[in-house]
């Protein structure tokens, strides 16, 4: 337990675990699991303190009584007794938003402990994205970002006062595009676009991906260029910052066309309709769990509904979470590569600098350097390389010191892993520049170009979804 504060511990349960028990029922299991685990990390005391909870592989508690089968990507987790109490509503199994990386950041940030981040709609990556699904942040806009919202919300203001003709502001949407929308039916309109996408089906996506998504929808609208409210952005924030949680069922998008449906979802959990999670409430009508946290509902004026709901959030939330994964799995893939090739007390100056550098591609340079770093080979193409290597390469350079037997290659599959793996590092590095550019991109229809010299609205296709659909 690290400073006391409690033990957690994830265990994938493997195949050959499964068969060895698998006369034996499933709380047994789990039972017989923890006495190991808690054996295998030398815990102090009896056990008794602690809980074994069981965890399907797509992230929700299961009933133990109900599974007599353990899949292989179930897993179990290791933690102080009540630790999941927070998320169990009404002794129903519900998502508990496990994230991939760290189950311990599932409590390890309390509200009031979490490091504040301003989002201004330039600066968000990947990386911290990540960090705001897993409760390392609370957030805030930056000054700037206020004053941009400010200045945009003012040419939507006075294009409705005027009577201006602006697609889904003052018309309809869609082939209703000519219909003029009189003043007082403004507000209506954004609220029935909401409701009328709200169609998806399917389990809500977890609580680590929707708090990626609402992040991500404020930190586009942060850009100044959709036209909301800053109220109506001050009360995005502190939902997520309280972990007010709308429905976002995980089918129902028009895939690369944008993210209507999730997002118009995620609107209708902040207007009080439809369902919410939060810690004080689980599952419940999204009105109720607002009021339980002391937050009030979306009240929508003219452009707003379209400016919740018009983007690729959704799609580029994923998109980030997959690329954080794949980073992770690629360096790992390195480190095992030169694993497998010192154990095979492999030839390292396969991976010397000049042999990549006549090829340079960047994956497969970027490769080599890890791997010869690895297995601190920098220098074996010298001379003097028996000085320099490890203990394992440098028994077989003694074997062979003097003899005429001497291991001129390694098999194909060793000697081309920079040629490989490279590809996948560059392969990564486009998706990173696409999803970082994404990320911090205005995505909605009409915007609203504060950036003009007279500050106007303009009708394009930001919205489609192409870029993170790669």
Not at 348 to 364: A, I, L, N, T, W
Not at 451 to 458: F, I, K, V
Request: proline share 3%; net charge neutral; aromatic share 4%.
């Amino acid at each position: 337990a690290s400073k006391g504060r409690r033990v957690c511990v994830k265990v994938f349960l493997s195949s050959v675990v499964r068969t060895l028990t698998k006369e034996v029922d499933a709380s047994k299991q789990i039972a017989a699991m923890k006495l190991e685990i808690l054996r295998h990390l030398k815990y102090p005391g009896d056990g008794n303190d602690c809980e074994l909870v069981l965890v399907s592989s797509g992230g929700s508690l299961r009933d133990e009584d109900s599974c007599d089968v353990l899949r292989d990507n179930d897993f179990l987790v290791l933690c102080k007794k009540n630790c999941f109490a927070a998320v169990r509503v009404n002794n129903c199994a519900v998502n508990i938003g496990a994230s991939y990386y760290d189950l311990c950041e599932l409590q390890e940030y309390p509200v009031g402990e979490r490091k504040i981040l301003e989002l201004d709609g330039e600066s968000l990556n990947h990386e911290i994205l990540v960090a705001i699904g897993i409760r390392k942040y609370q957030l805030k806009l930056s000054d700037a970002a206020v004053a941009k919202i400010n200045q945009s919300r003012k040419v939507v203001d006075d294009a409705v006062k005027n009577g201006k003709i602006v697609y889904g502001l003052t018309t309809g949407f869609g082939a209703f595009k000519d219909k003029v929308i009189e003043k007082d039916q403004v507000k209506e309109l954004q609220i029935n676009l909401i409701t009328s996408h709200s169609c998806g089906v399917g389990s809500p996506l977890s609580q680590m991906r929707t708090r990626m998504v609402l992040a991500l929808r404020i930190n586009v609208l942060a850009k100044g260029y959709s036209g909301i409210r800053h109220e109506t952005m001050e009360k995005m924030v502190q939902a997520l910052n309280a972990d007010c949680l709308p429905y976002i069922p995980e089918k129902g998008s028009v895939g690369a066309s944008g993210d209507l449906a999730p997002l118009s979802h995620l609107a209708l959990g902040l207007m009080g309709q439809g369902e919410m999670w939060s810690p004080k409430t689980g599952w419940g009508p999204a009105n109720e769990v607002l009021k339980a946290n002391n937050l009030t509902v979306l009240e929508l004026e003219a452009k707003e509904g379209l400016a919740l709901n018009n983007g690729t959030q959704v799609i580029t939330a994923l998109g980030a979470e997959a690329l954080y994964r794949a980073e992770m799995i690629a360096k790992q893939a390195d480190v095992v590569a030169a694993l497998t090739a010192e154990v095979l007390e492999g030839v390292p100056e396969q991976f010397s600098k000049d042999v990549h550098d006549v090829r340079p591609h960047p994956g497969q340079k970027l490769a080599a350097s890890r791997l010869r770093h690895l297995m601190h080979a920098s220098n074996l193409h010298l001379p003097d390389a028996g000085k320099f290597a490890s203990e394992i390469i440098k028994s077989r350079l003694d074997r062979e010191s003097g003899s005429k037997s001497k291991k001129v290659q390694d098999v194909y599959s060793i000697r081309c892993i920079p040629q490989v793996h490279g590809v996948v590092h560059e392969t990564i590095a486009f998706v990173k520049h696409i999803l970082t550019t994404e990320i911090n991109s205005v995505t909605d229809n009409p915007m609203v170009m504060i950036n003009r010299e007279t500050p106007e609205t303009a009708s394009a296709g930001n919205f489609h979804g192409e870029y993170p659909g790669k």
